[in-house]
């Protein structure tokens, strides 16, 4: 009977440990649920709220470029025009969803200009570009990416330069950076760069 009695007791203490282990893991992975949930909402918040707040914006601000692929730059290329004494520099570029949402609804202008590296920023007028306008965007479809758009940016040289200097600016695309702009006292969005940008894109961007 002693027996019995002892067997009966240490089942129900194995029981009674099991469920309370049991309840322990559920428990666990209830709070890891609502931590991912939450997690999940915190970050969708987050989005919903720069979204929203680039809708109310006056004009194109760093808001509206969330993400560093917002702006790409796929294409710089350097020549020189030899008649009007400048370097001109070809850009291919496109814009993210976010951006190009908001200067098509808005019909917001933008400009782009580039910083001369300083190695040869004494042989320009400027150290900086005239700004020019940027092209007309398309009405986009869901393939926004596809849709690249081309300025042509030209630096006046300071007088008549050797071709040594002019060859090695033409030659060396390294070290400019590019800006893009509604308002010019606001900067929304540069790469610092741009030639190496570039390089660093992957296949599918490029």
Known sequence: MKFWSKSIIIFSIMIAVSACSNGKNTD???NQ???NNSTQAVNNSEEQKSQIEGAEEEFLTGVHFPDTNDFLVHKFDITYDSAANTINYDVVYSFGEIP?????QGEHSYYLYLDIPQEYAKFFTSELTTPVKGETLIQGDDSYRTDRYQISIKAPLQGKLTNDIIDSIVQH???YSITVFEKPDYPAKRIVGVYEFIDYLPPNLK
């Open 28 to 30: 666990s992975e209830n």
């Open 33 to 35: 649920s609502e931590s």
């Open 100 to 104: 190009k949402k908001y200067l098509l």
């Open 173 to 175: 695309p390294q070290g």
